[in-house]
Structures are given as C-alpha cells and as structure tokens.
C-alpha cells in the first residue's frame, strides 16, 4: 500500500471526505451521484463550465454555484429558496437515497461550498472528493467528456437553519463574543492591508474575529489536513473550539472549507455567514477591524 492509500484508509468518511481511492472503487454504484462544482473569481481567468465539458469524472454532473442560488439578492451566490434547489436537483436527477461526491478543479476549494449546500438542505450523505480532479487526474484515473444520463429523482429537503447565519445574526455574536468568528479570508485581506477582489467593499475584518486562511488547513497537493492537524491550526489561530462556530469568508464559498474542516473534527454546532464580506464590507454602518485586532 502506497503513502497516499495508507492516508486515505483511516480519513474516508462519506459524509465529509473522501479519497480518489475510495471513489474509483465505488464509482459504478447505482446510488452514487457526482458533481463538479467547480467555481472560480473572475481574476482566476477560468471557465468552471467549459472545464467540465473539456473532461470531468464519468457520470459527473455539473453543479452551477451561481445558478443554484437566491437571484433575488444582489449578494453573490447565497443559498437558494428551498423550492429551486429541490427543482435543480430533481432535474440533475439528484434526490433521496443517494450518496453524492462533490468535487472540484483545484483541490478542495468551491466543492466545500457545494457540499454544506447539501448538508444545509437536509441532506448528510454527501462527501467532498480530497485532492479534487488534479488529483484524480495525476492518478491516471479516467474522465470523459459526455453528458451523463439523466434520470428524475425526489428530494426531500429538511432545512437546517442553525447551519447558516444572516448579517444579523453575526453582528450580535460580533457584540456578544459567544460564538467563534473564523475568517477564510488571506491574512492580508483580514488586516485590511490587501485589496478585496469585489469592488467598493471597506477593507478588514468582522470585530473579534479569528483569521484562519483556507489554505493553512490543506496540505501542498490540495488535499485536507488531518482533523488532528486541522485542529492545531484552528487552536495556533486563537480560536476556542468549545464556543459554537460562525464561518466567513468573502462571500460564503471558502467559509464551507472552514466549516468542512470543522465538521471533521467532530464538532457539530458550527454555521456559515452567507453574506460574509461581500455584504459586511459593504455596508458603513456596520464596524470593522483592521490589523490583528
């Protein structure tokens, strides 16, 4: 057995991670489903969608952050009304009884966002793919580039509103210091010193907040840190893990790697800001903080 699979035999949890090993051996299950969520900034220069018809997992569907999401709201990709995501899912023939794998082109990036989607809407048998499709690929295992075979499927949505919090929500927990703020953001972009990819957003961070940058918890070749490891991260960060948790980000997709990291240690009572700083750097009337206060 080689590195990769000794680490992969005692992290596989198809509820939150899973390996390229664990999902070639059960990639021919009736009852699993794939998805590419694959999303990127602008800046990135990347089309998510045009990748996944280039080559993407067999049997892969691709799943649209920004389709699959509230456009009502000026916010970038908050969580879509119950009745759109049961409507998306039925016609990616997605629904009760399945185990869903997300994945996406970097590593694990957007395909955490995807995957806390999920678990918002009720769903706990969903996984993020660790190491994503470079890994996939580096390990010579197959893609294609025809559209899967779709057929109907029912979901049943129970949503669970303790996993997602408002601007509200985060400003008395910004006040109260009962919660746990944990930022994905680069600790530039924390301290207010770099700029922020979205235009007119103040620079800085929600009032007592902790800053842990996505990229701390995954290890170089984009795969998750143990919860061992991501546990020492989040501690070395100021972060007091017996408080409940807040995530954040710039606008709610790295968040869900804080979040995922989280739910791999064990700990249950963490939500996500969807908002995050798209909508708190926006608005004047909210406070912010800049340096490492």
């Known amino acids: 057995m080689n590195v990769h699979a000794g680490k992969m035999a005692m992290q596989d949890d198809p509820k939150t991670l ?54 009502r709201s000026e916010l970038p990709h908050m969580v879509p009304p119950v009745e759109k ?13 399945h185990q869903v794998v997300v994945y996406d082109g970097v590593g694990v990036n957007s395909a955490a966002r995807v995957w806390w989607l999920f678990k918002l809407m009720g769903q706990p048998n969903v996984a993020v793919l660790d190491g994503g499709l470079p890994k996939w690929q580096a390990e010579g295992h197959p893609t294609e580039d025809m559209a899967p075979i779709v057929r109907d499927r029912h979901m049943t949505v129970r949503y669970q509103n303790a996993l997602v919090r408002d601007v ?30 979205r235009d007119g957003l103040r620079g800085g961070h929600v009032p007592g ?45 790295t968040a869900a790697i804080l979040s995922l990291a989280l739910e791999r240690l064990g700990k249950s009572d963490h939500s ?22």
Request: hydrophobic share 35%.
């Open 209 to 253: 907040s902790r800053n842990v940058p996505f990229p701390s918890l995954l290890n170089d070749n984009g795969t998750m840190k143990s919860p061992d490891e991501c546990k020492a991260v989040f501690e070395a960060a100021g972060v007091d893990l017996s408080k409940p948790a807040i995530t954040t980000c710039g606008s709610g997709v």
């Open 168 to 197: 509200t929500q985060v400003s008395a927990a910004s006040k109260l210091r009962d919660h746990e703020i944990i930022d994905a953001r680069s600790a530039g972009r924390f301290r207010g010193e770099d700029p922020e990819p």
């Open 85 to 97: 995501f049961m409507s998306r899912m039925r016609a990616m023939g997605i629904g009760d009884g």
């Open 18 to 71: 899973v390996s390229t090993d664990w999902l070639a051996a059960h990639l021919k299950d009736p009852d699993l489903r794939i998805l590419d969520g694959s999303w990127y900034l602008p800046q990135a220069g990347r089309d998510p969608r045009a990748e996944y018809e280039d080559a993407h997992i067999p049997g892969a569907r691709f799943f649209d952050i920004d389709d699959v999401a509230d456009q």
């Open 272 to 293: 996500l800001y969807d908002g995050s700083w798209s909508e708190w750097g926006a608005f004047a009337t909210l406070p912010v903080a800049t340096g490492d206060d």
